[in-house]
C-alpha cells in the first residue's frame, strides 16, 4: 500500500488486525461512503438493530433512520463529508423489527493517503436504558421538587444532602443554609436523642413510618410534623444514608384537640340534658300529679331549640336575638306586630342561655294560655339592655285579660323565677299586675356571656 509521505507503512496483516478489533467491538462500528452507502457494518450492529451485515453492506444508512429524522441525517452527513466530525450525537435509529432506538453517535470522516475525504465511519452505542434511567430520575426530581411534603435527604451522621422547596417552606431553612449541616439543628434540644434512635432504625435496615414529633423552624417556633424514614441504598446494597419525607400537621393536630374538645362538652352537655329532662319530669310529678305529656313535650321541643341554635354555632355561644326569636317560634308571625323585640346583639352562654330561652318559653306559653296572647288585642314587649357590667331584660304584656296571682306555683312559676335566679345569679321580679304580666330579670353581664363585646341593633 502506498500512504502518504512520511506515513506509517500499513501491511495487509495490520489492515487484518484493525478489522478485528472493529468487529469485535461492544460498540456498534459502521462505514458509508460520502452519499451514505454502507461499506462496513461489524457485529455488534447485527447484534444492536437485528440487521446481518450482508443485509446492509450496499445499502443506504438513511434505510436505519426514521423518516422525521432523515433531514437531520443528511446535514450530519454534510457536514462530516466536509471534514468536520461530530460527538456523541444523541438520536433513534430503527431495528429491523421497527422498534426505535436511542443512540448515541460518534462520526467521524474517512480520508484517503492524500487526506481526502472518501467516507463516514460511525461509532453506535445503545443509550435507551441510559435514557430511561434519566429520565425516571428527572420525573422523580421533578415530584420531589413539586412535593408538598418536605422531603429530605442525609448522610449516616446526619449531614443535609437535599432539601427541597417545602421543606425550605416547613422550616423555614434555605437550601443553601441546610445542604452539608446536620439535620439535628431542626431537632429541639430536649429530642435530641430522637435522632440517635432514628439513625440506628435506618441503619437496621428498617422504615420509620409517619412518627409524629416537634421540629424546629428557623425563627425558633415550634411545630407539629410526621415524619418517614428511609434507608437509602447504593448500588451494591449498602445503606449509606436516609430519606425523610416531612409533613407539617400542626393544623391537624390542632383539629384533633378542637375535636377531643368539642367531643368532652358535647359529652358534658348530654349529662346536663339528661339532668335537665329528669329535673322537668320531676317536677312535673310532684306531689302524685299526672305527667302531662303534651306539655312535657312542648319542653323538650324548646329545650332541642337551644341545642339547635348551639350546634350552629360550634357549642360556643348562641346569639340571644337567635335565641329569643327561636323560643317564640310558635308566634312568629306577631314578632314585629303584637309582640317588640329590641336590644343589643349579645353572645350568650350555653348555661345562660338555657336557662333565659326556658323562661321566655314559659312566659311565651302563659301568654297564649291565660295572657296577652290568649285574645286578639294582647301585646307583649320583650326588651333587654346592658348597663355598664350589669344585664337587665324584661318580658311585658299589656291588652289581654284582667290578670290575677295564681293560688299555686306550678313548674312554670319556678322556672321564669328561681330556675333564672340561680343560674344567673341574678334578681328576678314577676309582678302579676291586672293589666298584664310584667317579668323582670337583672344579673351580671359576665355570668350571660364569655365576650363582652356586643353590639347595639
Not at 435527604?153 to 437535599?162: E, Q
Not at 368532652?264 to 319530669?281: D, F, G, P, T, Y
Not at 326556658?358 to 290568649?374: F, I, P, W
Request: hydrophobic share 40%; net charge negative.
Amino acid at each position: 500500500m502506498h500512504g502518504m509521505p512520511g506515513a506509517p507503512h500499513v501491511t495487509d496483516d495490520d489492515t487484518a488486525y484493525l478489522a478485528a478489533i472493529v468487529n469485535a467491538s461492544a460498540d456498534a462500528i459502521f462505514g458509508t461512503t460520502t452519499d451514505g452507502i454502507i461499506r462496513s457494518w461489524n457485529t455488534a450492529c447485527e447484534r444492536m438493530l437485528g440487521y446481518s451485515a450482508e443485509e446492509m453492506i450496499g445499502q443506504s444508512i438513511l434505510d436505519i433512520v426514521p423518516a422525521e429524522l432523515k433531514h437531520e441525517a443528511l446535514a450530519i452527513r454534510d457536514r462530516v463529508s466536509s471534514g468536520d466530525p461530530v460527538e456523541s450525537f444523541e438520536t433513534v435509529r430503527l431495528a429491523k423489527d421497527g422498534r426505535p432506538i436511542e443512540v448515541a453517535i460518534t462520526y467521524s470522516p474517512i480520508r484517503d493517503g492524500h487526506g481526502q475525504v472518501i467516507g463516514v465511519s460511525g461509532i453506535m452505542r445503545d443509550v435507551t436504558t441510559i435514557k430511561a434511567a434519566q429520565r425516571s430520575a428527572a420525573m422523580l426530581a421533578a415530584i420531589v421538587a413539586s412535593s408538598s411534603d418536605g422531603v429530605v435527604s442525609k448522610t449516616l451522621d446526619g449531614t443535609v444532602t437535599s432539601w427541597n422547596k417545602s421543606a425550605e417552606r416547613i422550616f423555614g431553612f434555605s437550601e443553601a443554609e441546610m445542604i452539608n449541616r446536620s439535620i439535628r439543628t431542626i431537632i429541639p434540644g430536649e429530642r435530641q436523642a430522637e435522632e440517635d434512635r432514628i439513625l440506628a432504625t435506618v441503619v437496621s435496615g428498617e422504615m420509620i413510618d409517619n412518627f409524629e414529633t416537634v421540629r424546629l423552624r428557623k425563627d425558633g417556633a415550634l411545630i407539629d410534623v410526621s415524619v418517614t424514614v428511609s434507608p437509602v441504598r447504593d448500588s451494591a446494597g449498602r445503606i449509606i444514608g436516609a430519606s425523610k419525607i416531612v409533613r407539617d400537621i400542626t393544623d391537624k393536630r390542632q383539629t384533633r384537640e378542637q375535636l377531643r374538645t368539642l367531643l368532652a362538652e358535647v359529652n358534658h352537655r348530654s349529662k346536663n340534658m339528661l339532668s335537665l329532662v329528669q329535673a322537668i319530669a320531676r317536677q312535673m310529678t310532684r306531689h302524685g300529679r299526672q305527667l302531662d305529656l303534651n306539655r312535657f313535650l312542648e319542653r323538650l321541643q324548646a329545650i332541642a331549640g337551644n341545642q339547635d341554635l348551639l350546634i350552629q354555632n360550634d357549642w360556643r355561644f348562641i346569639p340571644i336575638a337567635d335565641l329569643v326569636r327561636s323560643q317564640l317560634g310558635a308566634f312568629r308571625d306577631l314578632i314585629g306586630n303584637r309582640i317588640a323585640i329590641a336590644g343589643p346583639q349579645i353572645e350568650l352562654t350555653p348555661e345562660a342561655a338555657q336557662a333565659i330561652g326556658m323562661a321566655v318559653h314559659e312566659l311565651a306559653t302563659n301568654a297564649a294560655k291565660y295572657g296577652a296572647l290568649s285574645g286578639d288585642e294582647g301585646r307583649i314587649a320583650l326588651s333587654w339592655s346592658c348597663d355598664g357590667d350589669d344585664f337587665d331584660m324584661s318580658w311585658r304584656e299589656s291588652g289581654g285579660p284582667p290578670v290575677t296571682v295564681p293560688e299555686h306555683r306550678g313548674f312554670g312559676s319556678r322556672v321564669i323565677s328561681d330556675m333564672v335566679r340561680a343560674g344567673l345569679d341574678g334578681e328576678v321580679e314577676v309582678d302579676f299586675a291586672p293589666t298584664g304580666l310584667r317579668w323582670h330579670l337583672r344579673c351580671p353581664l359576665q355570668r350571660l356571656s364569655r365576650s363582652s363585646n356586643y353590639a347595639r341593633r
